[in-house]
T-cell receptor, first 114, second 115 residues
Framework: AQTVTQSQPEMSVQEAETVTLSCTYDTSESDYYLFWYKQPPSRQMILVIRQEAYKQQNATENRFSVNFQKAAKSFSLKISDSQLGDAAMYFCAYRHNYGQNFVFGPGTRLSVLP | EAQVTQNPRYLITVTGKKLTVTCSQNMNHEYMSWYRQDPGLGLRQIYYSMNVEVTDKGDVPEGYKVSRKEKRNFPLILESPSPNQTSLYFC??????????????FGPGTRLTVL
């Protein structure tokens, strides 16, 4: 079975600085998708960024980018120019190429300090 | 407005009293899922459905039932709730079809407490 690990239960960053959240996963599959979701205090789940495993190029969405290391099974999220609104719980998630069985990590709570 | 709705948003009940949490989406999505969120465990998938009358177990299906009689609705049923099912529950839907465009849309969550 696939597993997703986020080794940092909590992180903090100064406003305007850069922070990296770690995620590792375990799978025997070669074709899959990885996601980062943000959950602010409102509890709404918001997709931040998505990466297809067959793509070598790292995904980027504005201030959010990933460092995808397929061989190491690592998928970290970098947030540049951190803003107060980035404060939230961040979840890393895995999904095989087919089907709808998603596996989420335990989450990292990010605080942004003014 | 495109959305996933869940009802109720909050529920306090007692052990053994059957309950249903409804989920509805207005985006004509093929896929729907139920998750529970617990501190330190993240979200765990309970059940998912890839089409009408097609459902499959996720990672933690014990104690839950689902049905998908209509494309838009995917209710979660707890036949005999127990205190260990106290949790925050999310319903989600996604379009299906080409996997690269398959983004999940989440409902607002249902906070369930079983006494």
């Amino acid at each position: 079975a696939q597993t997703v690990t986020q080794s940092q239960p909590e992180m903090s960053v100064q406003e305007a600085e850069t922070v990296t959240l770690s995620c590792t996963y375990d799978t025997s599959e070669s074709d899959y998708y990885l996601f980062w979701y943000k959950q602010p205090p409102s509890r709404q789940m918001i997709l931040v960024i998505r990466q297809e495993a067959y793509k070598q190029q790292n995904a980027t969405e504005n201030r959010f980018s990933v460092n995808f290391q397929k061989a190491a099974k690592s998928f970290s999220l970098k947030i540049s120019d951190s803003q107060l609104g980035d404060a939230a719980m961040y979840f890393c998630a895995y999904r095989h190429n087919y089907g709808q069985n998603f596996v989420f990590g335990p989450g990292t709570r990010l605080s942004v300090l003014p | 407005e495109a959305q996933v709705t869940q009802n109720p948003r909050y529920l306090i009940t007692v052990t053994g009293k059957k309950l249903t949490v409804t989920c509805s989406q207005n985006m004509n999505h093929e896929y729907m899922s139920w998750y529970r969120q617990d501190p330190g465990l993240g979200l765990r998938q309970i059940y998912y459905s890839m089409n009408v009358e097609v459902t499959d177990k996720g990672d933690v299906p014990e104690g839950y039932k689902v049905s998908r009689k209509e494309k838009r609705n995917f209710p979660l049923i707890l036949e005999s709730p127990s205190p260990n099912q106290t949790s925050l529950y999310f319903c989600a839907s996604s379009p299906g079809g080409h996997a690269s465009t398959d983004t999940q849309y989440f409902g607002p969550g249902t906070r369930l407490t079983v006494l």
